[in-house]
């Protein structure tokens, strides 16, 4: 004989509102074997009336055994599962990013050279990631100026630079990848990735702060360190690689 195990969920259903937590809470408690008792919450007032008998705050609630374990990230807990820190640092952003800008480039390589392996393929991840960087920068400048004035040194001393950085980024890389008007994308990515590397050299290095990096937009979690530097150092390699190519 094969005991069931069996949880009692509480979770808002209503017509505009499925709490996705709910949704979350009830796959996982499935996916650990337990059948699950799904009771919805399909209106405003029967929530309250539900928070308010059980003196929570939130929904959804999950009972196992006749005992509240709570939310979704209370019952992971209880379940042995990892709970995402929100102040925690990541670089995942960054190896998303960059991983998805060498799949391209090597998309690219494939379609225009019938190799994934072509002379081209550095020039274009480069390129590319330049792009893919710029965009999260873009959906909220103010956001990624605010976290950029708390290292770069010409942003602090010229505000304005801040907010241009995330298109002069772009523009660089459109132009780069394109390889047309290498007088402007040159001497930006030249001009930038300087005064970005260093930047978070002083910064890292020189004064040893401990703080976010503004890479991959304003709400980043990723340090200021090894991977920023990095980003700003492949802007001044490809520049500098497409000015003496340009005159050999």
Known sequence: MTSTKTAVLYRMVMDKHICPY????RYL?????????????RTREETDAFKALH?????????????????NDDLRRHLGKPVKDPDAISYVPVMALFAMAALMAGAISWLTMGTILSPMILETFIAVAMCLLAVPKLQDLDSFATMFLGYDLLARRWLPYAYLYPFAEALAGVLMLARALDWVSIPTALFIGSVGAVSVFYAVYVQKRDIKCACVGGSSRVPLGFV????????VAMALWMLLGDRM
């Open 22 to 25: 709910g949704i979350k809470s």
């Open 29 to 41: 408690l499935q996916s650990q074997g337990f059948t699950v008792e799904d009771h919805w919450l």
């Open 55 to 71: 003196g929570v705050k939130t929904t959804p609630q999950t009972f196992i055994d006749g005992v509240r374990i709570g939310g």
């Open 228 to 235: 920023s530097l990095t980003e700003n150092v492949m802007m």
